[in-house]
């Protein structure tokens, strides 16, 4: 009976190290994440840390910026059309 409360220390001590060592690797992705994103920022001529806050004029964007944004507004109405079809086709 003894060994149960000795098992039981011994699960809880390998979990919270399982836990600490998993947030630990989520911190680092987390500064690799950022750290990408500052280097992308200041490639592309923002202040580090501006560049979700900058507010861009249309005539300001590159080319490719330009063509994504078009490529994603032809995707949500294509989507928009799917979903409208097939709320016909339910009812």
């Known amino acids: ?3 149960i409360p000795i098992l039981g220390v011994i699960f809880a001590f390998i ?3 399982v836990y600490i060592a998993e947030s630990e690797s989520t911190k680092r992705q ?5 750290a990408t994103l500052r280097s992308e ?3 592309r001529g923002y202040n580090p840390g ?3 806050l900058e507010s861009e004029k249309e005539e ?3 080319e490719n910026i330009k063509r994504v944004r078009e490529r994603l ?3 949500i ?3 928009k059309k799917r979903i409208k079809t097939m709320d016909s086709n339910n009812n």
């Open 1 to 3: 009976m003894s060994a």
């Open 15 to 17: 979990i919270a190290v």
């Open 30 to 34: 987390r500064n690799k994440i950022d």
């Open 41 to 43: 920022e200041m490639a």
């Open 50 to 52: 501006t560049y979700s």
């Open 60 to 62: 300001d964007l590159p």
């Open 73 to 75: 507004e032809e995707g």
């Open 77 to 79: 109405v294509d989507l």
